[in-house]
């Protein structure tokens, strides 16, 4: 089955600073590759996703890039602000068989002000 | 608004009882799943459901059942809590091919 890395597990950066996640994937049948956010005691949601015909999406301060060769896939996150700062998980997911996400052990991002 | 409900925020259980968490969504999802989300694990799939009756098993299915009797509702057993599986529980539905909606979580603790 799919099998997702992801790193690093906790990342600290100063207010307006960039951040960079990197995950890596390893079912070739992959196709979405969506980022989820969990603030602290609430629900993971939907922050970003990437389908396999696409190499780079982007959203206000918010990048995915996806390297479907290399089969790793990164979250970019510019002008950090001090509640960005929550557990991001990626995950991964082809469309055929199997319908469920697996995910990433997650990284803690901390927003320094 | 898709809604998600867990029925339980917290849930304190003996060894070797039998626990039912239920999951509810409101929006037709075909699909529904139960991951367990455990500090440095991520969220590990459990179960999943992709119609009504119909389950396949996840990563971690040990110990666990499912049952999806309706389109909206799923869910997890635990047939003999045992203290390892002790963590938070998080259902998620979605449609045929859009993003997946994650309840608010169950803290399930087995003493």
């Not at chain 1, 918010?62 to 510019?78: G, P, R, Y």
């Not at chain 2, 529904?32 to 971690?60: A, C, H, N, T």
Request: proline content about 4%; charged content about 25%.
């Amino acid at each position: 089955g799919e099998n997702v890395e992801q790193h690093p597990s906790t990342l600290s950066v100063q207010e307006g600073d960039s951040a960079v996640i990197k995950c890596t994937y390893s079912d070739s049948a992959s196709n979405y590759f969506p980022w989820y956010k969990q603030e602290l005691g609430k629900r993971p949601q939907l922050i970003i996703d990437i389908r396999s015909n696409v190499g780079e999406k982007k959203d206000q301060r918010i990048a995915v890039t996806l390297n479907k060769t290399a089969k790793h896939f990164s979250l970019h996150i510019t002008e950090t602000q001090p509640e960005d700062s929550a557990v991001y998980f990626c995950a991964a997911r082809g469309d055929t068989g199997r319908r469920a996400l697996t995910f990433g052990s997650g990284t803690r991002l901390q927003v320094q002000p | 608004d898709v809604k998600v409900t867990q029925s339980s925020r917290y849930l304190v259980k003996r060894t070797g009882e039998k626990v039912f968490l239920e999951c509810v969504q409101d929006m037709d999802h075909e699909n529904m799943f139960w991951y367990r989300q455990d500090p440095g694990l991520g969220l590990r799939l459990i179960y999943f459901s992709y119609d009504v009756k119909m389950k396949e098993k996840g990563d971690i299915p040990e110990g666990y059942s499912v049952s999806r009797e309706k389109k909206e509702r799923f869910s997890l057993i635990l047939e003999s809590a045992s203290t390892n599986q002790t963590s938070m529980y998080l259902c998620a539905s979605r449609p045929r091919r859009a993003e997946a909606f994650f309840g608010q979580g169950t803290r399930l603790t087995v003493v």
